[in-house]
Structure formats: C-alpha cells, structure tokens
C-alpha cells in the first residue's frame, strides 16, 4: 500500500481559495488512481473528486463543478485538490485515497473503491 498524507488545510473566509496537497510514499505513485473525498460533522464521507493514475481523466462531484479541480504531479507524487469560491457548506475533513490501477483512464468516485487513505485535512470556511 502506498501512504499518504494531506496538507493545505486551513481557515478560509467564504468565497476565497484553498489548495489542498496530498503526497504520497512507499510505492510507485503513478500507477495510482487517487481521489479527494470529504466529511462533515455529523455527516457520512462525500466524494469531492478524483483522477486517473495517467492525469488524463478527472471528474468532480456535481456540487463542486466549476469551483474544484483536480491534479496531479507524478513526478513529485503528489495530488492536488484547487478548491475556489469556497462556501460554508465546504466545511470539513478532506481525506485523499489511493488505489493500485492500471487503466489509464479509470477513475473511481466510491469510497469503498480505495485501498489506501490519508489521516485528513481539516478545512474550515468561516463567513
């Protein structure tokens, strides 16, 4: 399994940006698929976005189209999640995962998909 540990999280006043960093250790990174998920208090993990392990194919949750995006630098194994115009409601842990694939355009939106996943990062909108 690959590790993987998430940074970038903060306190943000509603409408600004945030990026989110994950990176990963311990195997080849490339041949990952990863994706972002989040939860809320009191509220069950979300899908918030995910990439195929080529970079070549992404896809965001409807409710964050427009304002994430997602990518990945596998030169430096890392992922990234660009969270702009942020809103209140994106209040919460954000999790990266990872999954061994080697479909080049594959990319996975269930949690259960994933065989890897990071400690969290807590992202806090404030009004």
């Known amino acids: 399994q690959v590790q993987l540990v998430e940074s970038g999280g903060g306190l943000v006043q509603a409408g600004g940006p945030l990026r989110l960093s994950c990176a990963a250790s311990g195997r080849t990174f490339s041949k990952y698929a990863m994706g972002w998920f989040r939860q809320a208090p009191g509220k069950e993990r979300e899908f918030a976005a995910a990439?195929?392990?080529?970079?070549?194919?992404?896809y965001v949750a409807d409710s964050m189209k427009g304002r994430f995006t997602i990518s990945r630098d596998n030169a430096k194994n890392t992922v990234y999640l660009q969270m702009n115009s942020l809103k209140l409601e994106d209040t919460a842990v954000y999790y990266c995962?990872?999954?061994?694939?080697?479909?080049?355009?594959?990319?996975?939106?269930?949690?259960?998909?994933?065989?890897?996943w990071g400690q969290g990062t807590q992202v806090t909108v404030s009004s």
């Open positions: 995962a990872a999954r061994s694939d080697i479909m080049y355009n594959a990319y996975y939106v269930k949690a259960a998909q994933y065989d890897s």
């Open positions: 990439i195929s392990w080529s970079g070549a194919s992404t």
